[in-house]
Nanobody
């Protein structure tokens, strides 16, 4: 069983930055891919970024490419999402997700574990 706890959300002005963290428990953390998703009010949960088991591979949604960076520290069982140049349309609840797969994983239904989410609000 894997438990995920996100932190780091908050209110930021457009153009600002936030760093989200996801602390994971479970023996398999360092051997599986991880992802970040987000959900804005009235919208479906959407893919943001994924990282493979080692951290050597990453993939991003077009909407965040060049602004967001996903990384992981397997020694600390933690995944990060550095968000720069934030826009009002980035405002959402951000969820950390875990899968049993080792490679980059974009599909929401391939993730088995989800955190409770952390709110990101971007003022214009």
């Amino acid at each position: 069983q894997v438990q995920l706890v996100e932190s780091g959300g908050g209110l930021v002005q457009a153009g600002g930055s936030l760093r989200l963290s996801c602390a994971a428990s479970g023996r398999t953390f360092g051997r599986t891919a991880m992802g970040w998703f987000r959900q804005a009010p009235g919208k479906e949960r959407e893919f943001v970024a994924t990282i493979n088991w080692s951290g050597a591979g990453t993939f991003y949604a077009d909407s965040v490419k060049g602004r967001f960076t996903i990384s992981r520290d397997n020694a600390k069982n933690t995944v990060y999402l550095q968000m720069n140049s934030l826009k009002p349309e980035d405002a959402a609840v951000y969820y950390c997700a875990g899968t049993t797969r080792v490679d980059l994983t974009l599909e929401r239904n391939l993730y088995n574990y989800w955190g409770q989410g952390t709110q990101v609000t971007v003022s214009s």
